[in-house]
């Protein structure tokens, strides 16, 4: 049962999913056709946490993490 102070009906306040839901198509519409480290770089650009956008690390210089192999699988012995 929703509060007096409830902000759900339609019409009144903030409402965040909705708010989220425009936020989270404008992004998909922007990075649509960019390849992953496109993206992060895009995400880099736009972020307020100095940290992260002083953060530049181009495609080339990601790390790709090999699973170590299965136990037993492919171990010498």
């Known amino acids: 049962m929703p509060t007096k102070n409830s902000q759900t009906e339609s ?4 409402d965040a999913v909705a708010e989220s839901r ?6 998909a519409a922007e990075t649509a056709g960019l390849s992953m480290s ?4 895009w995400f880099r650009r736009q972020s307020s946490i100095p940290a992260i956008r002083a953060h530049t690390q181009g495609a080339e210089d990601l ?8 136990s037993g699988a492919g171990a010498p012995g």
């Open 38 to 41: 496109e993206r992060i770089a």
């Open 63 to 70: 790390v790709l993490r090999e699973e170590p192999p299965r």
């Open 11 to 14: 019409g009144r306040g903030f």
């Open 22 to 27: 425009r936020w989270k198509e404008a992004v």
